[in-house]
């Protein structure tokens, strides 16, 4: 299992979207692709950007499919955050039946 604490990389405000596509190209998708569930822990992050989620996770869900959620965990997110969250993931799945 990999656990990544978003707020090392971005601090309390997750906004930065090349930050976000860089942990998703440096870490997530190389702990995916060998095996590993990924835990993002978002401890200490008190807002986060659509954009910055959108960054992080919606090429994951396009690459692999909405099933690879079973192996990703958002960890200790404010609800604001996890609101967030719930909004990419929809509206990238949406994107993905047409």
Request: glycine fraction near 0%.
């Given at each position: 299992m990999k656990k990544i604490n978003i707020v090392e990389y971005v601090g309390a405000f997750a906004e930065n979207k090349d930050k976000?596509?860089?942990?998703?190209?440096q870490e997530i998708v190389p702990a995916l692709e060998q095996g590993q569930d990924v835990v993002l822990d978002f401890n200490g992050v008190d807002a986060a950007?659509?954009?910055f989620i959108h960054a992080l996770i919606s090429e994951i869900l396009r690459q692999y499919g909405s099933d690879i959620l079973e192996r990703i965990t958002f960890k200790s997110c404010v609800p604001a955050v996890r609101k967030m969250i719930e909004i990419v993931v929809e509206y990238t799945q949406e994107g993905m039946t047409d």
């Open positions: 976000a596509r860089a942990l998703r190209l950007t659509q954009s």
